[in-house]
């Protein structure tokens, strides 16, 4: 299978635990992204760190300039927007003037991304708290209208939105769906094969069985896909591919090297399928 509209990378490039595994010892902390685009052949990213922070315009273009130029970055939503805003639980709306600024700081620290023209999607991941409802429809389409000029793919963590009105409401407002495969639990959402927009996505977090019961956010990301696994994923992934112009696979195992283990193992699987 030809990889024409597939890009595969990690939710993330530069972990301390990635030194041995993936990266030389003596690399230094500012070859990382280079490593990782020129050696390991590896064509994009996702930027989890400004789902955290907003990153500064320096850190931004010093990432654009050491990647070749066919590499695209995929931003990751700040937690400001899709997580903090407003408690969802009880339904009670976004101050918009702290929202606003919100995301004026965001698509500001993007800025570089855009105007070089590698900047292939935004992803708005809401936390397993946000239920189905019209308020949360009415939010979701607020962060289009803010972020018209973009891509965007929404990743529920709640499996309650894993129905066709879902599916029906985000193709009708040609919004992305992520697909996800992550540990069986009830309220986490099942792997759904389903294109609602131009962009198909596929993160693999792992099925690390002690995802509640993890010390930190990289515990719970501990796992490796065994070979089987992955090639369970290949007819999948060449559904999605045909029924999008673009498809992106990130792997978020990112524990000890995993992530970077498993895309690469993928990218061999889908040549030879």
């Not at 939105?161 to 996800?180: H, I, M, P, R, S």
């Not at 000890?256 to 030879?272: I, P, T």
Request: hydrophobic fraction near 35%.
């Amino acid at each position: 299978m030809e990889l024409k509209n597939i890009k595969i990378g990690t939710s993330g490039f530069s972990f301390p635990d990635w030194r041995g595994p993936i990266y030389p010892d003596g690399l230094k902390k500012g070859e990382e992204l280079i490593y990782y685009n020129k050696k390991l052949g590896f064509d994009c990213v996702e930027i989890n760190a400004t789902y955290y922070t907003l990153i500064s315009e320096k850190s931004s273009k010093a990432m654009i300039g050491k990647v070749d130029d066919d590499f695209e970055f995929v931003i990751k939503c700040y937690k400001g927007i899709t997580h903090d805003t407003f408690d969802y639980r009880i339904e009670k709306k976004p101050d918009d003037k702290i929202l606003d600024e919100y995301f004026e700081r965001f698509i500001s620290s993007i800025e570089p991304f855009t105007k070089s023209k590698k900047l292939g999607c935004i992803l708005l991941q809401f936390p397993v708290f946000f239920y189905p409802g019209e308020l949360q429809k009415e939010y979701i389409l607020k962060c289009k209208e803010k972020l018209k000029s973009f891509n965007l793919v929404i990743e529920f963590r709640n499996s309650a939105w894993a129905k066709e009105e879902t599916y029906d409401f985000l193709k009708k407002n040609n919004l992305g769906f992520c697909a996800v495969d992550e540990p069986e639990f009830k309220n986490l959402m099942p792997f759904v094969n389903i294109v609602t927009g131009n962009i198909s996505y596929f993160r693999l977090h792992g099925r690390n069985k002690n995802w509640f019961k993890a010390k930190d956010t990289n515990s719970r990301y501990d796992y490796f896909y065994s070979d089987d696994e992955l090639k369970s994923f290949l007819p999948e992934i060449k559904t999605m591919s045909e029924n999008s112009t673009k498809m992106y696979v990130f792997f978020n195992n990112c524990h000890a090297g995993s992530a970077a283990k498993n895309a690469m193992k993928m990218k061999e699987l889908l040549k030879f399928f």
